[in-house]
Every structure is written in C-alpha cells, then in structure tokens.
C-alpha cells in the first residue's frame, strides 16, 4: 500500500493538531481541575427531599472547605428550588444539585455551569461566580411538557 | 476488472426492493420535514400549534423520521443496490433475507408512528429514561432494527458469495465499504437492543418496577455515535468511490480508502462517553480516554479531505488547468450528481470542526444540551449525509427505474441543493450562534419569565424559523425530482457510476478482508473502552427509578 507524500504530510499535520488538542485540553481538566461535572455520589431518588444537604435547598455559608459557599438546588417537573436566590460576586462556590424524578438539566445561560441531572445521582460543580448580574438556569433536557417552562435566577450581587 | 459489462446493470428484482426503501425513506422526509418546519415556526414564538398537538409530540416525530427512518431505509435501499451492482446480483435467499428485512423495519416503523401520533410516545428517540413510553413504541423501535439487521445480512450473503468464487481477490470497493457500514451498524446496535430488550420492555410491560438509568443512557451512547457513523459512512461511500466516475477522474487509492473504512470500523463506537461528559456517575478519566478515542476517529475523515480533493485536483490538471486553485473551475459544476454532494462535502468542514470542539471533554459544558448541538448535527447529518443522499438519488433511481435524469430534473437538483444550502446557513448558523448564547435545545418557545438571557435569544430563533421554512421549499423541490424520476421522467438509461482506481496495479492488502482480525480488535477496543466504566455504573447503582408520563 503506497502513501503520497503530500498526504503523509496532510496526516502528519493533521494529527498533530489532534495531539495538540488533546493535550490542552487534558492539562486543562486533570492538572488544572477543569474536569467536567462528574460526580459519584448516589442517592435515593425517592428521598431527596429528607436527605442532606438536600433538605435545605438554597444558599448557605460553610467554614473549612475549599468553597466559601454551597448552593444546594433540587430539580423536579417542572420547576427548580430555590426558583430564586442571589449570590455573592466573586464567592467560591460548590454547586450541588439532583433530581427527584426525571432526568434534567442544569445549565447557566452563559457560564460553564452545565451539568446533567440524573434520578439517584448528584451532580457537582465547583467555581467562582466573578461576575455580576442576573442569571438563567434553564432545564437543557428534555423532561416533559413544561419542560421549556422549567427554570431558576440567579442574581450575583455585589 | 470485476466491472464487466453483464454487472453494470442493477438487476430488475434487485431494484425493486431498493425502490421500496426508496419510497419509505423519502415518505419520512416528506412527513418528518413538515415537523421540523412546524418546530421552527413555533419557536419564532409566531405561531402556536393547532387541535391541541404537543410540540414534544413532533419533536419526537422529527427525530425518529428523519434520524432514523430516513436514514436506515435510504442507507440499506443504497448499499442493497450498490452490492448488486458491484458483487453481483444477490441470489433469490439473499433477496428474499432483504425483503423480510425491510417488511420488518416498516412494520416497526408503523407502529412506533402510530404511538407518537397517539401521543404515548413523546420521549424523544433518545428514549430518556425514566420517561415511560407505550411498549408498543418500544417494540416497533426493535422491529426497525431486528429488521435492519436481516435487511443488512443480505449484503453480507452476497459479498460472502463473491468472496467465495474469487478466492484471493479484494472486493469491490463499494461491496467491502457496504459491507463493513453493516457490520459496524450491526456491533453497535447491540447496545441499544440490549437496553430496550432487557430494561425498557420488561419496565413498559409492568414486568419489572424500575429501570436503571445510567446504564439505559450508556448503553443508548454506546449506539448513538456509531450511528451517526452509520449515516455518514455511504455519504463517504458517494465520495470515495462513485465521485470520480461523475467528473471523469479517478479514485486516489483504493487501498487507502479502505483502510479509513477499517478505521471507521475500529473507532466509532468505543466513544460513547462523549455524549455524557457532562453526566454523573461516570468517572472523569475514563470519560477522557473516550474523548481520545474520538480523536482517533477523526484521522479517517483527514484522509478522506484528502482523497477527494487529490482527485478533484488531478482530474483539474488533466483537463489543463494551471495554478494553485485553477482545477476548481474546470470540476463538472453543471451536474446535479456531483455538484450536490459537494455542497454536502464542503459543509462537512464546518460540521467536522464543531463536531471536535463538541467532543473535547470540559468544552463540552460550554455547549453541551444548547441548540449549538442541534446546529452541528444538521451540518452533518442534515447537509452533509442528507445531500449526498440527495444527490446519489439523482441518479440512482432512474438507474432502478429504467429512466433518464433530464436536463429539466438536474438543473431542479442543482437550485434544490442551493436552497438547502442557504436555509441551512440561516438555520444552522443561527443555532450556532444562539447555542453559544446558552439557548437550550429541545424546547418549546419560552421566554423564561421575561429573562433578558431569553429575550436575547429570539431574534435567532427567527432566524431558524425563516431558514427551516426555506428548507421545507428544499424539501418540495426534492419531492418533485423524486416523483420526477420514480414515474414521470423519460425511459431511458441511467448509469450507476463506479469509480477506478489511479493505479490498477496495486492490489489492496488482502489483510483488510480478515474479518476475525477487524472484529476481533473491535470487541477489544469495545472493551477497553466500557468494561470497567461499566462494572461501576454497576456496582454503585442508586436504587433505581420508576415510569414517568410527564408529557
């Protein structure tokens, strides 16, 4: 099988950017943390509403931990809660949320924040909300009829 | 060659069976096109939709019609033909193996349509578990793809019988890339029979209480990207192997055409995780080294870009051109059946490129679930795979029905593709942008309660409304040459074009047709790449979930 040098260099290029890709990004998640929400935490889907910190949703204060703040969000069809709450600007925090019935989305409207929610999962993500205004989290997986219907603010304060 | 005179003829009965898919496959574009143009209409926020039908309802219509039925009919109606026109006419087994194959997945098909339109079924042919469809969705939905598999073993019996009476010869190009589409079709089907067969079922029937979630989502993964490989692969096919024959060129290298199939065998399903990145329960480095082998899928496609346009060069400077971009003009622009699949061949660059920036694990979550995705994929599948489908269909069948395709037909086919080309970029391109924007995908128009976020959005959205609006006119015109050719258009002959290879000396490897040794380092890539990530979803599985209707 013969390969025309021409192509041998088209390959030889094209690779390389893949590799380069793949790099930046792998330095990215595993050395720097930016891995996306991948969460092991289970639950019983059934129980959210008696579990911690699932309890409580809203905003709260913690001490010793990497995060200033928790933001704790239960999903369901077809609302989150808290349908509302206002954060800090410039506040490390720990975003924890599940769902007690279908699968749902976690996503705010301009931010990395986007995350699938799964019935007897937890999902996770960890950031810095360095930006002040008002945001959307909107539900980007299908869920039922009020899916489109489905969503939460979040102010970010100074 | 194996190309001789008494094989260049499709034969009559062998026709009339890829005639029947024909005519399903493009019934569902007539049918899932109206809903995708409704779907645009109501997300201007313009137009509400009427007697009560959910948006949901031909959201899952779309999908199902055109991602699937679409899709598998035109692709087995395609390589059933293309086999018979290269590796002989199939014998009366193998024919009869066909039509219970293609009888299956239209019953399948049947009944599955008749439970969304029934609105029991409004889950999306993503299936979304624990959302509850009616069994009976989930039963036709195995008849389609039971149904393909019978319908793609047909292709295999003849290819078999080729390579049983030219013992130590490789196979026609078009046969062995049929063929290993099939066979990938085939491995990856598995995963989606496996979780509508013992999960989804069993759960519909009332036979088990609860469905596992992750595992009914991996295993629906597992499927899912193959099987945009599976849409892309004869769109490659056209490319590789019919392309040069149109212009007047000739294939590159066979040989290498045959090691991307190879490649597309070996890489397009152990890459499931790329569609979860951004999902629970899935550890992050074995979500990273899917992410890796998706990588490894892309060099195929390399080669492909490349393939093409050495041919489309070469053929250029036969005919004089000179310069660096001189062969471009000189390419045969007056003709449908090539000039289509170009369109189709050029969008696939964007497509490509946004399909890694998709794929690259935390850049994901920057698009993950917008409308941006929905934007890529009718880059891909929409543009890309469909035109070429398109435009093979231009030839093809008044090739099957003993007609001619008239100036009138091939000038309609070259506008019709310059309609779906500038609805898609309004389309498309919208999606794209409003993606980035965070608008979510799969949603009915909704301004979020007067979010600014939302109001951002719309004037996009009406974009997508007056791109999918043009694309349903693409779709009229398409019917028409469809019809056109099927019925009305002149007795006469068609060619089915097949290429030649540059250099007829050199033999393809013989180690490419050693299918123990393809399958064989496919099960192993599959493995590596699922058992242990599987063994967890497993082994640390929350209790599970019971049915919801929430539609």
């Not at chain 1, 290029?13 to 930046?24: D, E, N, R």
């Not at chain 2, 769109?235 to 019919?242: F, G, L, Q, R």
């Amino acid at each position: 099988m013969h390969m025309h040098k021409f192509e041998k260099i088209w390959l030889t290029f094209g690779i390389g950017c893949l590799v380069v890709f793949l790099t930046v990004v792998g330095v990215s998640a595993f050395y720097l943390g930016n891995k996306p929400a991948s969460c092991l935490t289970t639950i019983n889907p059934e129980k959210v509403d008696t579990t911690k910190p699932f309890d409580k949703p809203g905003l709260h204060k913690v001490e010793g931990k990497e995060w200033d703040y928790e933001l704790v969000f239960v999903a369901s069809a077809f609302s989150y809660n808290p349908a509302k709450v206002e954060v800090p600007l410039g506040a490390k925090v720990k975003v924890i949320a599940t769902t007690k019935d279908v699968v749902h989305g976690f996503e705010m409207a301009g931010t990395n924040i986007n995350m699938m929610l799964e019935p007897g999962y937890v999902s996770e993500y960890t950031t810095t909300f360095d930006k002040a205004g008002e945001f959307l989290v909107v539900c980007n997986e299908y869920c039922g009829t009020g899916h489109h219907l489905m969503f939460s603010k979040i102010e970010v304060v100074k | 060659m194996v190309n001789t005179a008494a094989k260049v003829k499709v034969d009559p009965r062998d026709a009339k069976l890829s005639m029947a898919h024909f005519f399903v496959a493009f019934g569902a574009l007539a049918l899932g096109g109206l809903m995708g143009l409704l779907q645009t209409l109501v997300r201007s926020g313009k137009f509400e939709l009427p007697w009560g039908i959910g948006y949901y309802q031909i959201l899952t219509a779309h999908g199902v019609l055109m991602g699937l039925v679409l899709t598998t009919f035109f692709i087995m109606g395609f390589q059933y033909a293309a086999v018979s026109r290269t590796a002989g006419t199939h014998s009366p087994a193998a024919r009869r193996t066909g039509w219970i194959g293609f009888w299956l997945m239209t019953a399948g098909t049947l009944m599955s349509g008749t439970m969304i339109l029934l609105n029991e079924a409004s889950v999306l042919y993503t299936f979304y578990a624990p959302l509850k469809a009616h069994w009976i969705f989930y039963l036709g939905l195995t008849f389609v793809v039971v149904g393909s598999w019978v319908d793609g073993a047909a292709q295999i019996m003849t290819y078999a019988k080729w390579r049983k009476n030219n013992p130590g010869k490789p196979s026609p190009l078009l046969s062995f890339m049929a063929v290993i589409n099939t066979v990938m079709w085939i491995v990856a089907t598995l995963g989606v029979a496996a979780t509508v067969l013992f999960q989804l079922l069993p759960w519909s029937l009332g036979l088990v209480d609860t469905v596992d979630v992750l595992i009914s989502r991996t295993l629906f993964w597992y499927f899912g990207h193959p099987l945009v490989y599976f849409w892309l692969l004869p769109a490659y096919m056209c490319w590789y192997a019919i392309i040069p024959k149109i212009i007047g060129g000739k294939i590159f290298s066979d040989s290498l055409a045959r090691l991307s199939f190879i490649l597309f065998l070996l890489f397009s399903i152990p890459v499931g995780f790329h569609h979860q990145l951004t999902e629970p329960g899935i550890d992050p480095a074995w979500k990273f080294i899917q992410v890796i082998l998706t990588f490894m899928v892309i060099i195929p496609s390399l080669m492909t870009a490349f393939s093409l346009f050495a041919t489309f060069e070469r053929y250029g400077r036969s005919k004089g051109a000179t310069g660096l971009f001189g062969w471009f003009k000189v390419l045969p622009w007056n003709d449908a059946r090539f000039t289509v699949p170009f369109i189709g061949m050029a969008s696939f660059i964007p497509a490509g490129a946004g399909g890694i920036i998709n794929a690259s694990n935390q850049m994901d979550q920057v698009v993950h679930n917008t409308i941006w995705v929905t934007g890529h994929f009718h880059l891909t599948a929409a543009t890309s795979v469909v035109l070429t489908f398109f435009g093979i269909s231009y030839w093809l069948v008044p090739h099957l029905t003993g007609r001619k395709l008239t100036k009138a037909m091939n000038k309609l086919g070259i506008i019709q593709a310059w309609v779906w080309f500038i609805g898609m970029a309004f389309m498309s391109g919208a999606m794209h942008f409003q993606g980035l924007l965070g608008g979510p995908r799969r949603s009915a128009f909704s301004t979020y309660g007067d979010s600014k976020q939302a109001l951002e959005w719309i004037p996009y959205q009406i974009a997508q409304a007056v791109g999918g609006t043009i694309l349903f006119l693409g779709i009229i015109l398409v019917l028409v040459i469809f019809i056109n050719l099927a019925f009305f258009a002149p007795k006469g002959e068609e060619e089915f074009p097949v290429g030649e290879a540059e250099n007829l000396q050199e033999k393809a490897p013989m180690v490419f047709e050693n299918w123990k040794l393809w399958l064989g380092i496919t099960a192993a890539l599959i493995l590596f790449a699922y058992t242990i990530p599987f063994i967890d979803i497993i082994q640390n599985a929350p209790p599970g979930s019971k049915g919801f209707k929430t539609w």
